[in-house]
């Protein structure tokens, strides 16, 4: 009987030095903590705005590292093992500063073509104008029709580009001068066949 205590006694012995030994069954709770923040330092940035593939992709690791870390936990203690979940961590936060320092640059950029095209856009839409005045000789009715439809539509999105950059929506103002181009683009490609002759 003092034999088999002796042996409950060593192994409880053993498994609370394994388990004191071999810290590597603590989840990096710190480093999750660090992660975390970083990802709300870039979305605070607008990251997601600005840069939104790569902060899908930030978002992404922290959901596979997340998974990994309630997966370890289902694991007996000694059976835990969170090294590559630390290397995960550390590779997130580096996404994530390094996002934090690229969106507002990004931005800035996007500040500033927008300005210089929004500049630009009405002396555009005065020159495709007067291309379709120049060019409405020998096309039908239905066509002339066609291509003032395509202008009013692009003037709107001009007009719609304005207001949002003026009220600080950069990526709605980008995304209406996209639409601006898009109509000049067609009134473009009706025109241009009728140049050649």
Not at 45 to 52: G, H, I, L, N, T
């Amino acid at each position: 009987m003092r034999l088999q205590h002796n042996k409950v006694n060593l192994i409880v012995a053993v498994t609370c030095m394994v388990c004191f030994m071999g810290g590597c069954a603590k989840a990096p709770d710190a480093e999750l903590a660090a992660a975390k923040q970083a990802i709300q330092a870039a979305k605070d940035a607008e990251a997601d705005v600005f840069m939104s593939k790569n902060y899908a992709n930030l978002e992404k690791a922290m959901e596979m590292v997340e998974t990994e870390i309630a997966r370890q936990k289902t694991k007996f203690v000694m059976m835990r093992k969170y090294k590559n979940v630390t290397e995960m961590l550390e590779k997130t936060l580096s996404l994530a500063n390094e996002l934090t320092a690229e969106a507002p640059k990004i931005k800035a950029d996007m500040v500033k073509m927008l300005k210089e095209n929004l500049g630009l856009v009405d002396g555009m839409l005065q020159a495709t104008g007067k291309d379709i005045k120049r060019h409405s000789r020998g096309q039908s009715k239905a066509v002339i029709d066609e291509l003032k439809g395509y202008l009013a539509e692009a003037d709107s999105a001009a007009a719609r580009a304005k207001a949002n950059f003026d009220t600080g929506n950069v990526m709605g103002a980008k995304d209406e001068f996209g639409e601006v181009q898009a109509y000049i683009n067609k009134i473009t490609g009706i025109l241009k066949p009728k140049e050649k002759e």
